[in-house]
RNA sequence: CGGGGCGUAGUAUAGUGGUAGUAUACAUGCUUUGGGAGCAUGAGGUUCGAGUUCGAUUCUCGGCGCCCCGACCA
């Protein structure tokens, strides 16, 4: 895409009601804009990394054997009463709306009730078992206080998946397997390093849980972490029962802030048993179903990437989300440059490397601040210089990086 | 939900009980072109309502909105 075509434009001064990096950052360089407090629109930029991290979950979820499907966003009071969920002293982040006709409907703000509702009909069988359900879907939260830009909104998108297991061993098995793909998920998104799968409290499911902390003076949440082991505890249950069970030693532990961008638990039958979801075995005889439920927060994983990796002149997106592979950059107005760029342009095109081209005619410094602080992971700089040495000059957003490289072995690198 | 603060142009900010200023962004022209260039011209603004006043963007009250601290956060 051409630069000249984007539809935002960066700006230099920090919008004066944001104060976390996150919010400043993704506003400045042109991806969110914000409607409300706590309520963000994505703009092409930022929905093309949103969409690209999605992808990374999909493919993981899909790997790990679950079903993309879509639940609604209005849910009916009667499914949320049979637990007793609608109730705004249990559950005090609902946006509650009602139909003409005053029949009282709820903003999903999660979906376990209303998933198990509709496996009602079609789960009756050991056959139909083991199942994983997932989605990416926007959640609606109405937060007493929203804060941290998009890491904290009352509206935000999630990817819930729901496990649904006939044993304790089945469900083990399939937990296990989900702290793996969760682990990939984030390392994918660039934060594998500083992100740690940490042993953490139930809540009224089940006693313990897993969050995945990313390392972060942004963070709200206080974890224990043992470097070696590359787990953590959460200080909400550092005791010693918890670190017993946990598997951890006090000594081995440093404390450090955190962003929770993800969460995976076992709930029992807390909710299949009420909506009377059974399954019958081999045997005919009826048995209970154990379910579990594992969210990553990927709008404030987005945020969350964006507060790791960045610097003082911008965003330093990791390659598999950065929103397009390459920022190729024209420098001055000279004919042949010009041709130059336009050529590589036409050519990453059909060779279907995702491109933004600056095509503007405007000063190298503004190019070069624009660049660096939209953040895209390679740049590829075509000026003076490049007509001369018949070379590319490829810039790393990371490292900061120079290197010089020729078209064909770039499209190589680059080609998907 | 408790406490505190703030609403002036697209954005960021001055200032004033009597015609509202700067920067940036925007438009036009000229110059310039490897790290947010320069000159000229132009367009653009006081959150809403009530009160006080000859006169309110400014003072008072209320609404709405936004921010911060705390509480909260499957």
């Not at 009916?76 to 009463?81: F, L, Q």
């Not at 009282?104 to 509709?118: A, P, R, S, Y």
């Not at 069988?125 to 609606?140: A, E, G, N, R, V």
């Not at 920022?327 to 336009?342: P, T, W």
């Amino acid at each position: 895409m051409r630069q000249s075509d984007l539809f935002t434009k960066t700006r230099k001064e920090a919008p004066k009601d944001e104060v976390s990096k996150n919010a400043i950052l993704l506003t400045r360089a042109g991806f969110i804009n914000k409607e409300m407090a706590g309520v963000y629109s994505y703009l092409p930029l930022g929905l093309k990394v949103l969409k690209k991290i999605e992808n990374i979950i999909r493919e993981e979820m899909n790997a790990l054997g679950g079903k993309e499907l879509v639940l609604t966003s209005l849910q009916r009071k009667d499914v949320w009463e049979k637990v007793g969920r609608w109730d705004d002293k249990n559950v005090d982040v609902w946006f509650k709306t009602k139909l003409k006709d005053n029949v009282e409907l709820g903003l999903g703000f999660t979906h376990d009730e209303q998933i198990v509702n509709l496996l009602t009909e079609y789960v009756s069988s050991y056959k139909d078992l083991p199942l994983y359900l997932y989605q990416i879907q926007t959640k609606f939260r109405n937060e007493l206080r929203v804060k941290s830009g998009i890491m904290r909104g009352r509206e935000f998108v999630m990817k819930d998946l729901y496990s649904f297991t006939r044993t304790e061993e089945e469900q083990d098995e399939f937990y296990e397997k989900a702290k793996k793909s969760y682990m990939k998920v984030f390392s994918r998104c660039g934060i594998g390093d500083i992100t740690f799968c940490t042993f953490a409290s139930g809540g009224t499911f089940s006693k313990y849980s897993h969050e995945f902390q990313t390392l972060s003076l942004a963070g709200e949440d206080i974890i224990y972490v043992d470097e070696k082991k590359n787990l953590a505890i959460n200080k909400d249950v550092f005791d010693e029962e918890g670190l017993v069970t946990a598997g951890l030693k006090r000594d081995d532990l440093v404390e450090r802030k955190s962003i929770e961008v993800g969460n995976i638990f076992k709930q029992g039958t807390k909710y299949t048993d009420p909506f009377n979801l059974y399954y019958q075995d081999e045997n005919g005889k009826k048995q209970s179903i154990l379910m579990g439920g594992y969210g990553i927060g990927v709008t404030r994983l987005m945020g969350t990437v964006v507060e790791v990796l960045s610097d003082d002149k911008g965003i330093i997106w990791p390659e598999e989300i950065s929103p397009f592979q390459v920022h190729l950059v024209s420098l001055g107005n000279d004919e042949n440059v010009i041709k130059l760029a336009d050529e590589i342009y036409k050519t990453f095109q059909k060779e279907g490397i995702e491109v933004l081209y600056d095509d503007r005619n405007v000063r190298a410094g503004e190019k070069f601040a624009d660049s660096d602080l939209i953040g895209i992971s390679t740049r590829l700089v075509i000026g003076d210089k490049a007509l001369e040495s018949k070379k590319l000059e490829v810039k790393d957003r990371s490292s900061g990086q120079t290197t010089e490289t020729d078209l064909k072995s770039f499209i190589k690198k680059f080609k998907k």
